[in-house]
């Protein structure tokens, strides 16, 4: 016989992701140039907040993301021609390139961060940093859970 009190947290999950993911997209979309992704909005908010204190490679983009290689490197390459960003030889290994943000996605960056904190403040509207935290140790719990 079948529980129907059963727990669905991946539906529940999925749900919200799906929810989160059109209110975001839409905030940025509607923040930014056409000919911009989200995909690419992302990884220009990631370079700025995170490019200040460290190098950004191609490897921190596939992690923070969690694509695999060969997506990260087709975004790069036509955020490359879209002169979005320059990936720039690292001296102790050629092999290596760091990405950095031109000029343009620079000035689209403010817009970007806008709307992405918009909607991020809409998400914790009336709960509490104690709620949030317990929240995030969940979330902790699950992702270990499926690693």
């Known amino acids: ?10 539906l529940d999950i999925s749900r919200i992701n799906h929810i989160i993911s059109r209110k975001v997209d839409a905030a940025v979309i509607n923040a930014i140039d056409d000919n911009l992704t989200v995909s ?14 460290r190098e950004i490679f191609q490897k921190d983009l596939e992690k ?3 694509l695999k290689r ?10 490359e021609k879209s002169d979005l960003i320059i990936r720039v030889p690292v001296a102790e290994d050629a092999r290596l390139k760091k990405i950095i943000l031109t000029e343009k996605s620079m000035k689209l960056y403010e817009n970007i961060s806008t709307a992405i904190d918009s909607v991020e403040n ?10 949030i935290k317990a929240f995030q140790r969940v979330l902790d719990k699950i992702r270990k859970n499926l690693e």
């Open 1 to 10: 016989m079948m529980n129907k009190n059963k727990l669905k947290l991946g």
């Open 40 to 53: 690419q909005a992302y990884v220009i908010d990631f370079i700025s907040n995170e490019g200040e204190d």
């Open 64 to 66: 923070e993301f969690d």
């Open 70 to 79: 060969s997506s990260i490197s087709l975004m790069l390459n036509n955020m």
């Open 122 to 131: 809409k998400l914790s509207e009336n709960i509490t940093l104690e709620e």
